[in-house]
């Protein structure tokens, strides 16, 4: 069985609830249960509802409104049989926290003169492009890139490409921004990239692992906080995140 055939969590989740759209007398325009009733109806987290829900809004089952919440939209409603291949946002971020932070760990003893350098470049280009009120994500995935290519291993280059190819790819992902309007946590990411930077500057395996460790953690939990459209007030924080490896 083959990535593609086989159903990701989310996946399963939309399905259930595709299912209760379709037989629980729901009409166009009916509220739909919240992200948090369904999270703690179904015993899972919030990140994996939200991407059940990012998939029922592209596959045309539910509309979001911001800071109203999710209702059924008009058509008819077909079981999801087979749904588009894609990865949740956040089971990328996952991946990439794992990845990348242990990534950061070992350039920090294979980093050169000239990979600071660029590297000090690089934030400076995305600190002109959040100056500039850009959207453009080129400068950031390029800082993540060139970590990886400090450790001379042309492999873990190619598995950090290919997670942002997958990003850069994902209808899903583009949904999820969809729903974002205020751009201001990008400064708090630069902070962290910073971080992360003066940590490699030192050589500082550990300090350099848990500083990507946690900009990945701090960027899913600003886009659950920011993306959630029935509750504007929700705080991301509450939820308890994963451990930090030893």
């Known amino acids: 069985m083959t990535s ?9 989740i939309a399905q259930i609830l595709a299912r209760r759209i379709a037989h629980d007398g729901y009409k ?5 249960p919240t992200e948090r009733q369904i999270s703690e109806e179904l015993g899972i987290s919030r990140s994996l509802v939200r991407e ?5 809004e592209i596959e045309g089952y539910l509309d979001v409104r911001k800071g109203s919440g999710s209702y059924v939209a008009a ?3 077909l079981f999801l049989s087979n749904p588009k291949p894609d990865f949740g946002p956040f089971e990328l ?21 000239s990979d600071i350098v660029q590297l000090r470049d690089t934030l400076e280009l995305e600190r002109k492009a959040i100056a500039n009120g850009e959207e453009d994500y080129l400068a950031d995935r390029q800082f993540h890139l060139q970590i990886a290519e400090a450790t001379q ?18 209808p899903m992902w583009a949904r999820l921004h969809d729903r974002i309007f205020d751009l201001s946590y990008r400064a708090k990411w630069l902070d962290d990239h910073a971080e992360i930077l ?3 500057r030192h050589r500082n395996s550990e300090a350099a692992r848990k500083a990507m460790w946690q900009h990945l953690e701090n960027v899913r939990l600003t886009l659950l906080e920011l993306s959630d459209v029935g509750d ?8 308890k995140p994963a451990a930090v490896s030893n």
């Open 93 to 113: 971020l996952q991946a990439r926290q794992l990845l990348e932070s242990s990534i950061a760990g070992f350039a920090a003893s294979t980093i050169t003169k």
């Open 198 to 200: 003066e940590a490699l």
């Open 232 to 239: 504007p007030e929700f705080d991301g924080y509450l939820y």
């Open 52 to 56: 059940a829900f990012i998939m029922l």
């Open 153 to 170: 291993n042309s492999v873990l280059v190619a598995q950090v490409e290919e997670l942002w190819s997958k990003r850069e790819n994902s």
């Open 75 to 77: 058509g008819e409603k």
């Open 4 to 12: 593609d055939t086989h159903k990701r969590r989310y996946q399963e």
């Open 28 to 32: 166009p325009g009916d509220k739909f």
